[in-house]
């Protein structure tokens, strides 16, 4: 065989396997998107569940009967059934600030699946009930709120905000 053969033979291997690199790095780029965009979705989901619905709402209704208690008083008084939805709550969006964190997650949908529910629990009682208390949990949850209120779009953001204040007359909402 010839050496102008073997070498455009070779040419044509080294070419086969770029081709094929790059067609392997985008496949697995695009698989990773679509990962990312279904965690979103699936989070989302999990949300929006009987479980976490009643969650919430259980956790809604330990805060307005201990308003004035921190979280760490609040465990320590109150048996584990009355304090575990709200556990469970703070851990979801704990598990949440983790995913954006460490961008595991399609952080673009965030704040559209997400953000209103953050800002009006951490008007509600994050901010005066959880933060205070230091621990990593309190941490994340900040952070969480500082990202969300960081990307979401401006008027959402207030918008959001407003409607806390407009419903919680009590408590007055000020700006981090």
């Known amino acids: ?3 102008s053969k073997l070498l455009e033979y070779g040419f044509e291997i080294v070419s086969g396997l770029i081709s094929l690199t790059i067609g392997i790095a985008i496949t697995v780029r695009i698989n990773r998107r679509l990962e990312k965009r279904r965690e979103a979705f699936n989070m989302f989901k999990e949300f929006k569940s009987e479980d976490m619905k009643n969650n919430a709402n259980l956790a809604y209704k330990l805060i307005l009967k201990h308003p004035n208690k921190n979280y760490d ?3 320590n008084e109150l ?3 009355e304090t575990n939805p709200l556990w469970t709550l703070i851990g979801f969006y704990q598990y949440l600030w983790i995913l954006i964190d460490e ?3 399609n ?3 965030v704040p559209r699946l997400f953000g209103e529910l953050i800002v009006w629990w951490y008007y509600f009682s994050f901010k ?3 933060l205070p208390v230091d621990w990593d949990t309190s941490k994340d949850i900040k952070k969480l709120f500082n990202w969300i209120k960081k990307n979401s779009k401006s008027k959402d953001f207030q918008n959001w905000k407003r409607q806390i204040e407009l419903r919680q007359s009590k408590r007055i909402v000020q700006d981090d």
């Open 1 to 3: 065989m010839e050496d």
């Open 73 to 75: 008083i609040t465990s």
């Open 79 to 81: 048996p584990p059934n």
């Open 103 to 105: 961008k595991q997650i």
């Open 107 to 109: 952080r673009r949908l």
């Open 128 to 130: 005066e009930n959880l």
